[in-house]
């Protein structure tokens, strides 16, 4: 079973992924509101996969492009063309397209 980690500033959308991932081999370990307790959670439930929402404020998604050496805006580029590609309304939407479609699966962690 895939653990899995959610990161992200508003409650609903960390409740509705968490609920739309759960189950069918994945286990939803923890999720958090920040950066800093999403990383503090990693630590603690050492999840496959962690979830994090590129534009949590107070300049998260700066640190998080950072991580990944590239622009908040070149992330935030590349999220919205995802969406747009997969005729989704919204990132949830469009990770549960994916998900639907076999693009990607959770239980095949890199690594």
């Known amino acids: 079973m895939t653990k899995l980690v ?9 409740e509705g992924l ?4 759960g189950g069918s081999g ?12 999403g990383l503090d959670l990693v630590g603690v439930a050492e999840p496959d996969v962690a979830l994090v929402d590129i534009r949590l404020p107070d300049g998260d998604a700066e ?6 050496s590239v622009s ?5 580029t590349h999220v919205r063309n995802v ?7 919204n ?6 397209v994916a998900l639907e479609r076999g693009e990607i ?7």
């Open 91 to 96: 990132r949830v939407h469009a990770i549960a």
């Open 83 to 89: 969406i747009r590609k997969l005729d989704a309304r």
């Open 18 to 21: 968490a609920a739309l991932l």
């Open 26 to 37: 994945v286990d939803v370990v923890g999720e958090a509101g920040n950066v800093a307790a």
């Open 6 to 14: 959610i990161v992200a500033d508003h409650e609903a959308l960390r």
């Open 63 to 68: 640190k998080i492009g950072d991580e990944l």
């Open 105 to 111: 699966a959770l239980d095949k962690v890199p690594g």
């Open 72 to 76: 908040v805006g070149t992330v935030r």
